[in-house]
């Protein structure tokens, strides 16, 4: 399986600042047929199911703000998010759905500093 | 809107066999899609279980596939999970969601299931 590691395991960030969350993968996640990257973002919000935010490493799910963004390519990859809101307070977890069973991170913990 | 619910017993005993059911509203899940089973065990991450497409082509993770079993009724716009044999290992909250290729998309609220004597 490919393992999915995420750093930080948390932030704090102040409140309209920028939150960088990283993700790397153990082995490439673009697939050549469609040359797309195959990874997602997720947040968690306590007691809230999980939301789709980001696929294909950059497209936002519908609904989605823009202040979230999407980067990377092959094995690293980077969810920002802009103009930190208090409604952001979330666990983040990257995806990859390249090969074998989808994985995920172990997740970043997001705060108001 | 589209919506997901789980449903099941909360607690199963060691080598019994957990049983859940998720219920989709305001969407007829024979139309397409996939529909998946995640699990989140307590202070961990996710984890992928599997699928099922309208059709009934399922897809499971390898490490579970000898004792799970994902079926779909389509005329009840329902999915099932069945985990056998389950041990404390098992314990999580499981969640139901549909799927937009490999990516939940819609997620049931989450349901915790307790594998304990």
């Known amino acids: 399986d490919i393992v999915m590691t995420q750093s930080p395991d948390s932030l704090a960030v102040s409140l309209g600042e920028t939150a960088t969350i990283n993700c790397s993968s153990s082995q490439s996640v673009l697939y050549g047929p469609d040359n797309k990257r195959h990874l997602a973002w997720y947040q968690h919000k306590a007691g809230q199911p999980p939301r789709l935010l980001i696929y294909?490493?950059?497209t936002r799910e519908s609904g989605v703000p823009g202040r979230f963004s999407g980067s990377g390519s092959g094995t690293d990859f980077t969810l920002t998010i802009n103009n930190l809101q208090a409604d952001d307070v979330a666990v983040y977890f990257c995806q990859q759905y390249h090969s074998g069973p989808p994985t995920f991170g172990a997740g970043t913990k997001v705060q108001i500093k | 809107q589209v919506q997901l619910q789980e449903s099941g017993p909360r607690l199963v005993k060691p080598s019994e066999t957990l049983s859940l059911t998720c219920t989709v509203s305001n969407y007829s899940i024979s139309r397409g899609y996939y529909w998946g089973w995640i699990r989140q065990p307590p202070g961990k991450g996710l984890e992928w279980i599997g699928s099922?497409?309208?059709?009934?082509?399922?897809f499971y993770h390898p490490s579970l596939k000898s004792r799970l079993s994902i079926s779909i009724d389509t005329s009840r716009d329902q999915f099932s999970l069945k985990l056998n044999f389950v041990t404390a290992a098992d314990t999580a909250v499981y969640f139901c969601?549909?799927?937009?290729?490999?990516?939940?998309?819609?997620w049931g609220q989450g349901t915790l299931v307790t594998v304990s004597s």
């Open positions: 969601a549909r799927l937009n290729g490999h990516n939940p998309n819609v």
């Open positions: 099922i497409y309208h059709t009934g082509d399922t």
């Open positions: 294909w490493a950059s």
